[in-house]
C-alpha cells in the first residue's frame, strides 16, 4: 500500500490451490486487520485473491484430519466467525474484490465484508453440498438476508454457481467491473470514502450493523451453524467421504450416515 493511498489491499496469495481459507490465513486476516483499523489514512480496506479465485474456501486436504480433530475444527469455526463479526465491528468500510471464484468459505468471506464489487469473470456460489458438506462458516445464516431465503435456498441445494451479473442481480454484489478494472473499482469507492467523516461513517456503519446482527436472529444463527456444522463434520461418514472423493477428483458415493 503506498504510504498516500486510502485503500489498504489484503490479498490471499495461495493462488495455485484458489486460495484456500486455512485457519492460518483467517488468523493472519484477524491480525492484518486490526492493525489497518487502528490506521487513521487507512479509509478503506479490500480483500481479494490472486490468480483466478477470491477463495475457494477451506482447504479440502487439510479437512481430513483436522475434521477429527474435536478442538481444533470447532475453533477453526470459531476463528472464521470471529473474523466476520470484527470485520463488522471495524471502523473501516471492508469491500470485497471478488477477481475469480468465490465458492464455500470463500463465500462466506464475501457475505461478512460491507459490500462487494466483482470482476466480469467471477463466479460465486456455497457449492458446500456436491460433497457432503455442509456451511459452517456463516453462509447458511448471512446468505437468506442477503438474497431472500428461497434464493439462498436453491443456491445451497443445487450447489451452482452464479455469473457475476447474476450475483449483482440477486444483491450478492453491489456492481460488476471489466476484471482490469477491479482494482482501480476498489481504489475509487475508497477516494470517495475518505472524502466523508470518518468518525460519521463509522457510527453509520456501527449502526446499521447493530440493527442486522443485534436486532435479529443473526447470532444465534451463526451458533447454530456452527455447532451443527462441527457435529455433522466430525460425525458423519458422508463428509468424510465428500473430501475423499474430492481429493480424488471423483463422484462422492454418499449413505446417508
Known sequence: ??????????????ADELNPLDHDTIRALRAALAVLDAEPQVRAIAITGAGRAF??????????????DTVGFPAFLSDLHTLLTEIGAAATPVIALV????????????????????????RIGDAHLPYGQ??????LT??????????????????????AAEARDWGLVSQVVPDDDLQ??????ARGIA???????????????????????????????????SR???????????????????????TGR
Open 99 to 122: 477477481n475469480g471464484v468465490a465458492v464455500a468459505g470463500g463465500l462466506e468471506l464475501l457475505l461478512g465484508c460491507d459490500f462487494a464489487v466483482a470482476a466480469e469473470s467471477a
Open 55 to 68: 477463495s475457494a474456501g477451506g482447504d479440502m486436504k487439510k479437512y481430513l484430519s483436522m475434521q477429527g
Open 195 to 229: 472524502t466523508r467523516s470518518p468518525l460519521a461513517l463509522a457510527h453509520a456503519k456501527r449502526t446499521l450493523n447493530a440493527a442486522y446482527w443485534d436486532g435479529t436472529a443473526v447470532t444465534a444463527g451463526l451458533r447454530l451453524e456452527r455447532e451443527t456444522a
Open 134 to 139: 455442509m456451511g459452517g462458516g456463516g453462509s
Open 184 to 189: 482501480a473499482a476498489g481504489a475509487e469507492i
Open 1 to 14: 500500500m503506498p504510504a498516500d493511498a486510502e485503500l489498504a489491499v489484503l490479498t490471499l496469495n495461495r
Open 232 to 254: 455433522y463434520f466430525m460425525t458423519s461418514a458422508d463428509a468424510h467421504e465428500g473430501i475423499v472423493a474430492f481429493t480424488e477428483k471423483r463422484s462422492p458415493k454418499f
Open 142 to 163: 448471512l446468505l437468506p438476508r442477503a438474497v431472500g431465503p428461497a434464493r439462498a435456498r436453491e443456491l445451497v441445494f443445487s450447489g451452482r454457481l452464479l455469473a
